[in-house]
């Protein structure tokens, strides 16, 4: 029953999200991108690995490759599209298992405190005191370039912020009424966290998701503007914007095109953060 509740609020804030002119836009943006992602094989006019040499003579937009091409005579568009698979494939599955893991250290730390509290606040210490694109770059460079990896970066990275989050969270909610009661009933521990105390915080975490959905994806694209993302040629936008910064003054196209890619995504997931916390403040 009480995973119906919630299951019934979460779609209630879904309708609500209508209401939200920038949560809309948001939503498209971020709808458009996952529909390019998974019929990329279908809408992608060429292979996005293939060398066209005769496009090396004006690679600037045409009737036939309508983004241009890049210093390789590759299809821009092409890429593009098929280059945001790597961000649905990585960023979703990092941020959820970071989430995962960083939701059960703070419900832990904030919820039987003491020594557990202690214990989890100086790893989170630890790993938030240094810049966050310096851990990625040791990470990266130490167990080397791939979506394995940089799923790791981001879950290393990523899991203490969420775990701070939840732990103020937790602080606060484990002194509500329904936890009282919870504990009267003889409920267990991880029960009262992930049925009473979890559900409760959803609205602020369904918000930094959003966000943090978005960090993720200028992680990856700063990864592959450095070498650091996935190895060539497979399509990464960071990486399309490194292969061809050198050509930037002659040709901007070439970079310009998946930088706005990034950009786009990245705007659609802080407007619809927006947009979950105006129904936030609502509810």
């Known amino acids: 029953m009480a995973n ?36 990329a094989p279908w809408i992608a006019p060429f292979d996005p690995n293939a060398n066209n040499m005769d496009a090396l003579i004006d690679p600037t937009p045409s009737a036939v490759n309508w983004l241009g091409t890049d210093n390789s005579g590759r299809d821009i568009l092409s890429r593009i599209i098929w280059g945001s698979r790597t961000v649905f494939a990585v960023a979703p599955l990092a941020v959820l298992c970071a989430y995962a893991i960083g939701c059960m250290m703070g419900l832990m730390a904030g919820y039987y405190r003491g020594w557990v509290d202690d214990l989890v606040n100086r790893i989170s210490d630890i790993v938030l005191s240094f810049p966050a694109i310096v851990l990625y770059i040791i990470v990266i460079m130490r167990f080397g370039a791939s979506a394995n990896n940089i799923i790791l970066a981001v879950i290393f990275i990523s899991s ?41 915080a959803r609205g602020p975490l369904i918000v930094d998701a959003c966000l943090r959905l978005g960090y993720t994806t200028i992680a990856i694209g700063v990864l592959g503007f450095l070498g650091l993302g996935l190895p060539p040629p497979d399509p990464d936008w960071g990486g399309m914007v490194k292969e061809t910064y050198a050509m930037m003054s002659i040709y901007p196209h070439m970079s310009l095109f ?26």
């Open 4 to 39: 119906d509740g919630v299951l019934a609020l979460t779609w209630n804030r879904v309708r609500l999200l209508k209401e939200s002119p920038v949560g809309m836009i948001g939503a498209f943006l971020v709808l458009f991108w996952l529909f390019v992602a998974i019929f």
């Open 160 to 200: 203490p912020q969420i775990t701070r989050i939840v732990r103020g969270m937790t602080l606060e909610l484990r002194e509500r009424e329904y936890v009282a009661a919870a504990k009267m009933r003889g409920e267990s521990a991880l029960y009262i966290m992930l049925v009473e105390i979890l559900p409760n």
């Open 258 to 283: 998946p930088a706005a890619a990034i950009s786009s995504l990245v705007v659609g997931l802080s407007l619809l953060a927006d947009g979950m916390r105006e129904i936030s403040i609502r509810d």
